[in-house]
């Protein structure tokens, strides 16, 4: 199974052209400035970045994957809709079976190499939540993404990773609400599971990622 780049290391700007191309494509549509729903051109796209069609549709073809764009036959790709009421309520009710869970057996497997990874996404988003802007936002939802989706893997469980993966949970949600502010709320629970996680505390780990999760909820559920 194919798992995002962040799940493999640090998330950090990759030198690649098709993974800049990615994080362009990304936090336009993340901002709102490629909106829920639009046509992306891809002509377009490239004259844009100043680049080939190629990178371009390879970056596509992974946000297909992500669940945040969509492609039609003889149509071409557009962005995917935003989650209605009830879809955010069905996502919320998967994530608080499977997540919890993860965290909880991540407490006893996960190896101190990996933890020190969650250590430092938590570092690198601490160093975007006083940035302004959008793109800044989007990046912080890169590596939200990143965070959970570690967690997923490590928790050495393939139908729950599959499971997660499938959700393509972070990405919906960031598009949701686009409020810097909630990133700092966000970076202190992260910081609150790490600790549990670290502490091999399976207790506490499934305590913080449970609230994480419900207090994630009355965030977005106000969109």
Not at 177 to 191: F, M
């Amino acid at each position: 199974m194919a798992i995002p780049n962040a799940v493999a290391g640090l998330l950090r700007r990759p030198a690649r052209l098709g993974d800049e191309v990615y994080s362009a494509i990304f936090a336009r549509i993340m901002s709102g400035e490629i909106a829920a729903g639009g046509r992306i051109g891809v002509d377009a796209l490239a004259r844009q970045l100043g680049v080939s069609q190629t990178p371009i549709r390879e970056a596509l073809g992974r946000l297909e994957a992500e669940g945040l764009v969509s492609k039609t036959h003889l149509v071409g790709y557009s962005v995917a809709p935003q989650l209605n009421a009830r879809q955010l309520a069905e996502l919320y009710e998967m994530r608080l079976l499977i997540e919890p869970f993860a965290a909880r057996k991540c407490a006893d497997v996960m190896t101190d190499a990996v933890i020190g990874q969650l250590e430092a996404l938590c570092a690198d988003m601490a160093a975007l939540v006083n940035e302004e802007g959008l793109d800044a936002y989007a990046q912080f939802g890169q590596l939200d993404m990143a965070f959970h989706d570690q967690i997923a893997v490590s928790a050495d469980n393939e139908l729950l990773l599959q499971a997660q993966v499938g959700l393509h949970s972070h990405v919906h949600l960031f598009r949701l609400v686009r409020d810097a502010k909630v990133t700092r709320t966000v970076l202190d629970e992260h910081e609150a599971l790490v600790a549990a996680i670290k502490a091999r505390d399976p207790d506490g780990a499934e305590r913080a990622m449970r609230s994480h999760i419900e207090r994630s909820h009355a965030r977005f559920a106000t969109a």
